[in-house]
């Protein structure tokens, strides 16, 4: 059986980075090298990190506008809520798929209990740009439970993914996506080896972040804290190899590029300057609203 295969066009090193109220993420895009990943403009690893006592700090109160904001927690608690009244919680294996729109304004912050007696922390953040006609929509979240996100296993027990957005290994996600969009997390055992079918009309991009893993065609390995973005059609191979001592973890990021102009600034993104400046002068007049507390 010969199946086509991607090949690995560059690699990045995630870069460290401070955001929100001082917390630090591993940033493996934007980057030096990689301005974009269209349809994605930025990828976050949150953690892992461990929280003394009254340590813990977050996202307080800001505006987004223009595109989606994903947070899927691997460890810790996080508290959310918006201008438009939701609130909610989210711990292990959940994922928020905030679609911002016209705008909201909206906290992310450890949760008290871990504000208060600390805790280890670690998820991602993805953001998704939306297509010009979808900018302006109006905001809508997805919260899925973890006990939602489907999860697959694969013949020889090597490979489990928990699939997030898209498809893989015969399971689809419960997620809806305004455009074509594969997000996965792949666990994998010494010796496995996976081929991920993914349509031709996909970007792909596989950042690693524990251990090590081989990509694509030409098995090039990628290390932890480490991107790839793929070239070509066909499928992903991802592998670990048989005598690595340890497994690996990746997310497998996979969408349709947008081809689209990217006016972006901070925490809006439109599709030229005259709409950022429309963005700002409705934040400061409050048309995204304010948190009711
Ligand atoms: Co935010």
Known sequence: ?????????????????????????????????????????????????????????????HPHRGFETVSYILAGEVEHEDSAGHRGALGPGDVQWMT?????VHSEMPSKRMRAEGGTVHGFQLWVNLPARDKMMAPRYQEIPAARIPTATSADGRATVRVVA?????????????????YHHWTLAPGASVDVALPDAMRAYVYVFRGSATVGDGARSLRDGQLAVMAGHGAVRL??????REGAELLLLAGVALNEPVAWHGP???????????????????????IRR
């Open 1 to 61: 059986m010969s199946t086509q295969q991607r090949t690995v066009e560059q690699v990045s090193t995630a870069h460290r980075q401070r955001e929100g109220a001082g917390f630090i993420v591993r940033r493996p895009f934007p980057t030096r090298g990689i301005a974009q990943a269209d349809p994605f403009l930025m990828l976050d690893e949150m953690g892992p990190i461990t929280y003394a006592p009254g340590q813990a700090v977050g996202a307080p109160d």
């Open 100 to 104: 911002a729109g016209r705008g909201v």
């Open 166 to 182: 898209g498809e893989a290994l015969g399971v689809s996600a419960a997620i809806e996506t305004r455009t074509p969009i594969a």
């Open 239 to 244: 592998a670990v190899p048989s005598d690595a």
């Open 268 to 290: 809006f993104v439109m599709n030229t300057q005259a709409e950022i400046e429309e963005a700002i002068r409705d934040y400061q007049r409050g048309r995204l609203g304010a």
